[in-house]
């Protein structure tokens, strides 16, 4: 059973920093991408930022680029969101995505398995 569980949201003042981190188990292809995705109230979820099986190489949305970033850690089996400069408008329930096999890694049909979210609330 494939399993991912994010952790670090919370509340945070604009131009604040947060890290959050994904676990994930269970999944029988050793060479999936990871992937964090948001959704904020009333919009559709978007594509924030992904990276590939080795860590190499990484993709962005618009809106977070220079100031997210996305790594692999503990033997790549989980991913960490590193974001900063945060505004208000990074508020969202931020999901965990795996992507297996060889797909468009900033869209999010492409992706097979998700995590519940965790929320990311930024106060002006």
């Known amino acids: 059973q494939v399993q991912l569980v994010e952790s670090g949201g919370g509340l945070v003042q604009a131009g604040g920093s947060l890290r959050l981190a994904c676990a994930v188990s269970g999944v029988t292809d050793k060479l999936y991408h990871m992937g964090w995705f948001r959704q904020s109230s009333g919009k559709e979820r978007e594509f924030v930022a992904s990276v590939d099986w080795s860590g190499t190489y990484t993709y962005y949305g618009d809106s977070v680029k220079g100031r997210f970033a996305i790594s692999r850690i503990n033997a790549k089996n989980s991913v960490a969101l590193q974001m900063n400069s945060l505004k208000p408008e990074d508020t969202a329930v931020y999901y965990c995505?795996?992507?297996?096999?060889?797909?468009?890694?900033?869209?999010?049909?492409?992706?097979?398995?998700w995590g519940q979210g965790t929320q990311v609330t930024v106060s002006s």
């Open positions: 995505a795996v992507l297996s096999g060889y797909d468009n890694m900033k869209t999010l049909s492409a992706f097979d398995y």
